[in-house]
């Protein structure tokens, strides 16, 4: 099975701030990959599809690139409402998995 | 408004037996694949399992596999997960997800609407 590692796991900034998350995959899934993005309690939601493909209704300060076994998500200037955890999820193959999660907090 | 909405979640003593259904509303439910996803207190999402839109196809993950079934009735606009022989760590809350695809010269698949979740507890 295709496994995922995210880079970092915790990260602390801003309002303000240039986030980068990085995920990467043990084989090359080209770019079926997504993004998501989780709030305590809550589901959660999509924000990127296909590695660079914004969710309808996602803000444009996310961003994704990548391709085969390196990706990003890129927040460019953070808001009050984007701290949450992220997690990739690769999609080439018909076990879905998912990376372990990037935390980002408040500085 | 797509809507899945989960239930059948509770507390169940390990070896025992729960089934989750998911109702889904706002759209053709028999023309979309699903899966089930679960999270375990204070963990990351697992993939649990999949299935086509006709039934036909499912696939699970190697740590629900034999144990867990999955199916569908799209008569009823339902997706369901038959859950035997729980364990503790199979304590999580269990969500379903809708699975859409864009073409781009191949299906690019992405989870595009999740219900609010159910938990389950397994614990003696």
């Known amino acids: 099975d295709i496994q995922l590692t995210q880079s970092p796991s915790f990260l602390s900034a801003s309002v303000g701030d240039r986030v980068t998350i990085t995920c990467r995959a043990s084989?090359?899934?080209?770019?079926?990959l997504a993004w998501y993005q989780q709030k305590p309690g809550k589901a959660p939601k999509l924000l990127i599809y296909a590695a660079s493909t914004l969710q309808s209704g996602v803000p444009s300060r996310f961003s994704g690139s990548g391709s085969g076994t390196e990706f990003t998500l890129t927040i460019s200037s953070l808001q009050p409402e984007d701290f949450a955890t992220y997690y990739c999820q690769q999609l080439n193959s018909y076990v879905f998995t998912f990376g372990p999660g990037t935390k980002v907090d408040i500085k | 408004e797509v809507q899945l909405v989960e239930s059948g979640g509770g507390l169940v003593q390990p070896g025992g037996s729960l089934r989750l259904s998911c109702a889904a509303s706002?759209?053709?439910?028999?023309?979309?694949?699903m899966n089930w996803v679960r999270q375990a207190p204070g963990k990351g999402l697992e993939w649990v399992s999949y299935?086509?839109?006709?039934?036909?196809?499912?696939y699970y993950a190697d740590s629900v596999k034999g144990r867990f079934t999955i199916s569908r009735d799209n008569a009823k606009n339902s997706l369901y997960l038959q859950m035997n022989s729980l364990r503790a760590e199979d304590t999580a809350v269990y969500y379903c997800?809708?699975?859409?695809?864009?073409?781009?010269?191949?299906?690019?698949?992405?989870?595009?609407?999740w219900g609010q979740g159910t938990l389950v507890t397994v614990s003696s």
């Open positions: 997800a809708r699975v859409s695809f864009m073409w781009r010269g191949d299906r690019y698949y992405y989870f595009d609407y």
């Open positions: 299935i086509s839109s006709s039934g036909s196809t499912i």
């Open positions: 084989q090359g899934i080209s770019s079926y």
């Open positions: 706002g759209f053709t439910f028999s023309s979309y694949e």
